[in-house]
């Protein structure tokens, strides 16, 4: 463990033998950190701030904060952080409410500088927001998705696991798995071809979501109707089952 002499660590904090905190950064009581994990200079790590192993929190991040919500009242939540997630300088992520009770980041996401995850948000693994990302509360984020920079997203929005929403548009309603977005008011523009195709996803799978998209975004047809054709129409292989099930649930409606 190499502690930096001017950090401020609390006794009752719990690190890993081999962490390193930088100088001048605070980890606060309760606050956990895993094997490996850095810790750079001017840090702020909390109370209720779960961080695991071999991550990196870069310069002047800060972790496991209150909530910037109201009805929050003191209760006791968390921030959890999986292992090998990177957070850059000056990023913000505040703890849960009794909503949800924490705050969730995946293993392996990239969340750049400036970025903001508010509380009750639940991002799967190797998520990538770019600089200055401003999730609203109780965001939930699909594994792979990647998000532009200087994008707002509203509270309660879903965003489907590998999508790909490019950089300074505004995200009002849920995002289709698989999806490209982009354009001003923002639409789905088709599917995230480059992004699977580096996931190792076969043709043959790009080509029914290809078919399954046009039916959704390109025809004329409402959400409901689509969703019936592509149930009647193409093979129910599981990432089409995914995308009627994300449909299912949403709330908010889909960006068309």
């Known amino acids: 463990m190499d502690i930096h002499p001017t950090a401020i660590v609390h ?7 081999d962490v390193n905190v930088g100088p001048f950064s605070i ?4 606050a956990q950190i895993g094997a490996g994990t850095e810790i750079g200079s001017h840090a702020l790590i909390d109370s209720g701030t779960v961080i695991g192993e071999k991550c990196s929190i870069h310069h002047g991040a800060v972790l496991g ?24 300088e000056y990023a913000t992520l505040n703890r849960g409410t009794e909503y949800r009770g924490e705050t969730v980041v995946g293993k392996s996401c990239f969340i750049m500088a400036y970025a903001h995850v508010a509380h009750d948000c639940l991002l ?11 999730l609203g509360g109780h965001v939930e984020i699909g594994d792979y998705a990647i998000i532009g920079g200087v994008v707002p997203v509203h509270q309660f929005v879903k965003i489907g696991a590998h999508s790909i929403i490019g950089g300074g548009f505004r995200v009002q309603k849920d995002v289709c798995p698989y999806a490209l977005l982009g354009g ?11 992004g699977l195709t580096r996931r190792g996803f076969p043709e043959k799978t790009m080509e029914i979501l290809d078919q399954a998209f046009r039916i959704l975004f390109k025809s004329r047809l409402n959400t409901s109707q689509a969703v019936e054709k592509i149930k009647s129409e193409l093979e129910p ?6 995308i009627l099930d994300f449909i299912a649930k949403s709330e908010r409606g889909i960006v068309k």
Do not use: C, W
């Not at 799967?124 to 401003?134: Q, T």
């Open 184 to 194: 001003y008011p923002l639409k789905t523009m088709g599917l995230n071809r480059v």
């Open 27 to 30: 980890v606060n009581e309760g």
């Open 124 to 134: 799967g693994d190797h998520v990538i927001l770019a600089n200055s990302v401003n």
């Open 65 to 88: 904060t209150l909530p910037q919500d109201l009805k929050f009242k003191g209760e006791k939540t968390h921030l959890t952080i999986g292992d090998g997630t990177t957070v850059r």
């Open 237 to 242: 292989i599981p990432e089409v089952q995914t």
């Open 11 to 17: 006794q009752k904090a719990k690190l890993a033998d």
